[in-house]
């Protein structure tokens, strides 16, 4: 996934009680193609945030009104949240940075910050955690895990397993969203172009995914573009 791709793609929740700072930093994300953008000023108000918003990544602030980033930070970790936090520190405090990763961020920014800075802290987190296998996808009420190369109903919980190729497809196809993927550049991704593998293969690989999606749902997940093959919109990405 290209840099605009990923942040278009993403949501952020900002919990900083600095109203002039939230006002800049959304103004400057929604110019760099942020779409989901969530604000969040005090402790009382950020786990309900976190929750309702589902962001893929948080920035936090270490000074709040009502408690302190830290302890957000490690209760976040505890109830489940995995995904990517960059702690705002008020200086570059040694004892804070340490403090911070500890309680389970994944980077730190000193402020005054520039945001060139940050948006490349930014694009860097989520870059490095939309690769990982861990990550869970959600569409349509269906979770796809390529760690564990399954679709699972959430309403029902019925499981459908596919095999190697078919999660590697739809881990592209997922990651690469919102563009479509020509069928020679999954040809090459999933296949390396082995033993002069045809079109035919993987249309046969993407029929027999779309049987296993049916299943689950009526709902089509993978749509066929002029292009070649592209995702419905993704609901979340755990």
């Not at 990544?57 to 489940?80: A, S, V, Y």
Request: charged share 30%; hydrophobic share 40%; proline share 3%.
């Amino acid at each position: 996934m290209d840099a605009e791709n990923l942040l278009i793609s993403s949501r952020i929740l900002i919990i900083d009680d600095d109203d002039y700072l939230r006002k800049v930093l959304i103004s400057q994300l929604k110019h760099e193609g942020v779409r989901g953008l969530e604000e969040a000023a005090k402790t009382s108000e950020a786990f309900d945030k976190a929750d309702q918003f589902k962001p893929d990544l948080i920035l936090l602030d270490i000074q709040l009104p009502d408690g302190n980033g830290f302890d957000i930070c490690k209760k976040l970790r505890e109830t489940g949240f995995e995904k990517p936090i960059i702690m705002l520190t008020g200086q570059q405090d040694e004892t804070d940075i340490i403090k911070g990763l500890d309680t389970g961020a994944n980077d730190y920014i000193a402020k005054p910050m520039r945001f060139g800075e940050l948006l490349a802290r930014i694009r860097a987190q989520l870059r490095q955690y939309k690769s990982s296998d861990d990550i869970r996808f959600t569409t349509q009420d269906i979770e796809f895990q390529p760690a564990n190369k399954s679709l699972t109903a959430l309403d029902s919980q019925r499981v459908v397993v596919l095999t190697e190729k078919e999660t590697m497809i739809l881990k592209k196809l997922f990651r690469i969203w919102p563009a479509a993927t020509s069928k020679d550049v999954l040809l090459s991704e999933v296949w390396g172009y082995q033993n002069m593998v045809a079109t035919h293969t993987l249309e046969t690989h993407i029929y027999r995914l779309r049987q296993k999606i049916a299943r689950l749902t009526d709902i089509p997940i993978v749509e066929t573009t002029q292009e070649g093959y592209r995702l419905v919109k993704p609901d979340t990405q755990n």
